[in-house]
T-cell receptor, first 113, second 113 residues
């Protein structure tokens, strides 16, 4: 069965510093991996995805994620955090044979000015 | 396109009442998903449709929940009778292919008293 883990409930970072939000996954076969962001009282918004190809994926708002097959990880990164990046971030995984996406529990990011 | 539209945005009802949540997916999208989000359980997939046909309803918590998609532009999620533990935010999402990005609506915040 596929699963995704976000080991940190919350990440705190100062504005201008780099940020990392961690995600590990378990899936049979090759995964489709996603990051979504949720702002207060809003639905989830797509940030980026990994399907195949280059292990470093670039997405919206300056975010990027690195796919590491040996560590089964897909960490979200940004070189310089903004206060406006403060939100709830979800990692998600889908296997190539199915259509069901499994979401992690979410990591709340606080960026302090 | 207006994106995924959900109504109502907020619903307050009393235990035992019937609740109907509505969703209009993005035009041309083949897949529609219903999710429930709570603090305790995170984001859970309830059911998804492909071309108006329910494909996987294994996430529907119990018989009190039912979902329909009578046409490509409309879906409903019904709870009858409602219970306080059904209080949550319910999201509808649609996808053009089913394997990749999902587009979420703003959600319906349900409170059952």
């Amino acid at each position: 069965a596929q699963s995704v883990a976000q080991p940190e409930d919350q990440v705190n970072v100062a504005e201008g510093n780099p940020l990392t939000v961690k995600c590990t996954y378990s899936v049979s076969g090759n995964p489709y991996l996603f990051w979504y962001v949720q702002y207060p009282n809003r639905g989830l918004q797509f940030l980026l995805k990994y399907i195949t190809g280059d292990n470093l994926v670039k997405g919206s708002y300056g975010f990027e994620a690195e796919f590491n097959k040996s560590q089964t990880s897909f960490h979200l990164k940004k070189p310089s955090a903004l206060v406006s990046d403060s939100a709830l971030y979800f990692c998600a995984v889908r296997d190539m044979t199915g259509f069901k996406t499994i979401f992690g529990a979410g990591t709340r990011l606080f960026v302090k000015a | 396109d207006a994106g995924v539209i959900q109504s109502p945005r907020h619903e307050v009802t009393e235990m035992g009442q019937e609740v109907t949540l509505r969703c209009k997916p993005i035009s041309g999208h083949d897949y529609l998903f219903w999710y429930r989000q709570t603090m305790m359980r995170g984001l859970e997939l309830l059911i998804y449709f492909n071309n108006n046909v329910p494909i996987d309803d294994s996430g529907m918590p119990e018989d009190r929940f039912s979902a329909k998609m009578p046409n490509a532009s409309f879906s409903t999620l019904k709870i009858q009778p409602s219970e306080p533990r059904d209080s949550a935010v319910y999201f509808c999402a649609s996808s053009p292919l089913g394997r990749e990005t999902q587009y979420f609506g703003p959600g319906t915040r349900l409170l059952v008293l």
